[in-house]
């Protein structure tokens, strides 16, 4: 059960309206709400911890006592209706619900009980059946009275003929079936409620009416989703029907069960064991965790001393009885404690006692129980520690780590013990941090997060780690700390062991690699701008020059074959091929120049190369390439074009290579200041992990370019779905 749960069922107990209270095995009351203050007039502080016989006088005899407790263990649950007396003597009719409460393997831990009142109801019995034998002029006094009473008592009531309609249906009835008491007289019960039929309650009115036998019946109604509670009285002219809504009792009785298993299933895995034990030492309770840890079977335990058992070692037998006659004369509530137990094998264990007295309804101590926790072998860790101590001395002293012992002093830390290595790279002499509080030789702020981490070490008992730089006289220095807990017998932290990794130099060449990572990057960046220079002189020199030159000699050979005569037959011949020839290198020229920089990117912007680029490359491989552009202004930034034309030239090329891809398809659009271009092909896809392993060239070389231009840069495939390249630029 979780906190929520917790909390929610101990509301519906409180709030309850009738009483409810549990026991223990032996009947003993553990828990008491207030409606059972108001109902029996005893104060919850009173009575937990009283046995409940003693407490609560009935009319019952010892026999029919007996029997009802037999069918209660052999059922699980009980009901019936009973007399009992309150604190002032006066009687009470009771309508009682006993549920057994079991741990995990099916033994009685204890009971719960719900009581109802139902004196009022017993009295309009008691007047329902003078009601039946009265003379007639009787009937017509009484029918008032008995009216006025039915709308008095909480339960509901209704009474049919014996066609089974309505006659009469009191105010809580309407109020629980949402109708008006007085339109339901004459109404057919089942015409009004068709869903009823074949249900539990439709077969028990029939029976009743049919045997002429009062029928209890508690079932759960699927129509209103609530649990009801049935007295059926039969009559040769009808029925009549006390009934009650017990939802909230049903919830409590299954929230009681959850809590009584849930807590036996924590106390049977719990590494805990409970062992309880009362004021002459004889012991009462022996957990699964007990046996596990001592040997002893409950049935060998429970109801032996622990003189009988010897559970208690003989260096330890003077301490442990102090401490139980301390906890019974009341000196003190709990103890906590470390002492040396036999198992039933004879072997000695240490165990810690975690042992608090419990008192009944009047503070009288009646036991003492007990949480044990096996911590031998954490004793044998410690032993083992002391013999090492030792050699760890030699290598404390001889490692290139710093190392530090602490001792803990309430929310303080002392040094208590360094290395060389720490006075080295501190710079400090031993005098100036021996004895000294942590505050004292760590400066601030450093020592506030130093403080913070050796709190958590101690709180959660486990080594913590964090990297630290402190400013020491020796210079700012670097390093990877790490403390651990030490904790004495009583479980209390004693030291704190530290130890600390030097990893100034390591920072320092991480700062050098950085920065010429980053020299790099700006040398790349100004060869790959240089480059693209180089590349449009070179294509712009091509252009013009070759294409010029290119031009003016098939002008000239144009002009030499109109020109020579006729009966040169044979040189004719030459000149369509050789026009040809001059109009391929034309064209390869231009291809040459295209590849190097296409001037179409300079003259009408990126996404007309892009168009041209696409259409190029779909005429030349059949691929079908098309791009889609949503930008609604020109960018006019020279280096994000080349960038983005640059990569989606590299693109097209690994999708002729590698994809096997039918399309590809590539799309602009600006949002957020930022320019997103996307490149997609339905291709074979590529494992990534595999790709960055290799290394590939070209996808290096698209990332750096839109590293240059303040870019992110993602790919996205798997095998067989494609792949995705997004470059994300930013743009004023």
Excluded at 20 to 49: C, M
Excluded at 260 to 277: F, I, K, Y
Excluded at 551 to 556: P, V
Excluded at 628 to 636: D, G, Q
Aim: glycine share 6%; charged share 25%.
């Amino acid at each position: 059960m979780n906190k929520n749960d917790a909390i929610d069922f101990r509301q519906i107990v409180t709030q309850a309206r009738d009483a409810i209270f549990s026991t223990n095995e032996s009947f003993v009351i553990t828990s008491w709400n207030p409606a059972a203050e108001r109902l029996y007039g005893y104060k919850a502080q009173t009575v937990i911890g009283t046995p409940l016989g003693l407490l609560l006088r009935s009319s019952i005899s010892k026999l029919e006592r007996s029997l009802q407790l037999e069918a209660l263990q052999r059922d699980g649950y009980h009901k019936g209706d009973y007399e009992f007396f309150d604190k002032d003597g006066s009687p009470l009719y009771i309508h009682a619900s006993i549920t057994v409460l079991k741990g995990p393997r099916g033994e009685i831990i204890g009971y719960v009980a719900i009581h109802q009142n139902i004196s009022d109801r017993k009295m309009v019995e008691e007047h329902l059946k003078q009601f039946n034998s009265a003379l007639e002029e009787q009937v017509i006094n009484k029918s008032a009275q008995l009216t006025s009473i039915f709308e008095r008592i909480t339960d509901a009531f209704v009474a049919l003929d014996m066609n089974m309609c309505y006659t009469y249906m009191n105010r809580k009835a309407g109020e629980i079936f949402h109708r008006n008491p007085a339109l339901m007289l004459g109404k057919h019960i089942w015409t009004e409620f068709p869903e009823g039929v074949g249900l539990p309650f439709y077969h028990a009115y029939h029976e009743a009416m049919k045997k002429q036998a009062y029928i209890r019946l508690e079932d759960y109604y699927p129509p209103y989703d609530r649990w009801f509670e049935n007295h059926i009285y039969p009559s040769p002219d009808g029925l009549s029907i006390f009934f009650r809504d017990i939802t909230e009792q049903k919830l409590i009785e299954q929230q009681a069960r959850l809590s009584s298993q849930r807590l036996s299933l924590h106390l049977t895995n719990s590494p805990l064991a409970v062992v309880e034990w009362d004021t002459e030492s004889i012991i009462t309770t022996w957990s699964e965790q007990a046996q596990r840890i001592f040997g002893w079977s409950k049935e060998e335990a429970q109801g032996k001393s622990i003189e009988e058992l010897k559970l208690v070692h003989e260096e330890d037998v003077t301490d442990v009885n102090n401490v139980i006659g301390e906890l019974f004369k009341g000196a003190t509530a709990t103890f906590k404690g470390v002492n040396k137990n036999y198992t039933k094998d004879g072997n000695v264990i240490f165990c810690e006692w975690y042992s608090s007295v419990l008192t009944d309804h009047e503070g009288k101590i009646i036991s003492c129980m007990s949480l044990v926790q096996d911590i031998t072998e954490r004793r044998k860790a410690e032993e083992a520690l002391k013999v090492n101590e030792h050699q760890l001395s030699l290598i404390y002293n001889s490692g290139t780590d710093i190392l530090f012992l602490l001792q803990v002093d309430g929310e303080r830390y002392r040094f208590i013990s360094v290395n060389e290595a720490f006075k080295k790279a501190t710079g400090l002499p031993a005098e100036r941090i021996l004895n000294k509080f942590v505050e004292e030789v760590i400066p601030s702020p450093s020592s506030e997060l130093v403080m913070e981490k050796y709190r958590e070490a101690i709180q959660t008992g486990q080594a913590v780690s964090w990297e630290e730089e402190t400013e020491y006289p020796a210079g700012v220095k670097t390093g990877l700390v790490n403390v651990t807990p030490v904790y004495d017998e009583r479980g209390h932290c004693i030291r704190l062991v530290g130890s600390v990794h030097d990893i100034t130099p390591g920072k320092i060449a991480q700062a050098e690699l950085r920065e010429k990572n980053e020299q790099l990057r700006q040398l790349s960046a100004h060869l790959q701008e240089i480059r693209e220079e180089e590349r449009a002189n070179i294509a712009r020199e091509i252009h013009d020059e070759l294409g010029e030159r290119l031009t003016g000699i098939r002008l000239d050979i144009s002009w030499l074959q109109n020109h020579l005569p006729s009966s040169a037959n044979e040189v004719q011949k030459k000149f369509p091929d050789l026009l040809q020839m001059v109009d391929d290198t034309i064209k390869t020229v231009r291809k040459i120049s295209s590849d190097l920089r296409p001037s179409i990117l300079d003259d009408f912007g990126l996404v007309d190369a892009l168009e041209w680029q696409a259409m190029e490359f779909q005429k030349r491989t059949g691929i079908v390439c098309g791009v889609k552009s949503f930008l609604k202004r020109n960018i006019n930034n020279k280096k994000i074009d080349i960038t983005l034309f640059r990569i989606f030239q590299e693109s097209l090329t690994n999708v002729l290579r590698h994809s096997h891809a039918k399309s590809v398809c590539a799309q602009l659009l600006e949002q957020d200041n930022h320019l997103e271009f996307t490149i997609t092909d339905n291709g074979v896809g590529m494992d990534l992990e595999t790709i960055r392993e290799k290394k590939t060239l070209g996808l290096i070389g698209m990332k750096e370019r839109v590293f240059m231009v303040n870019g992110d840069y993602n790919i996205s495939s798997e095998p067989g779905k494609g792949t995705t390249i997004t470059v994300l630029v930013p743009v004023s």
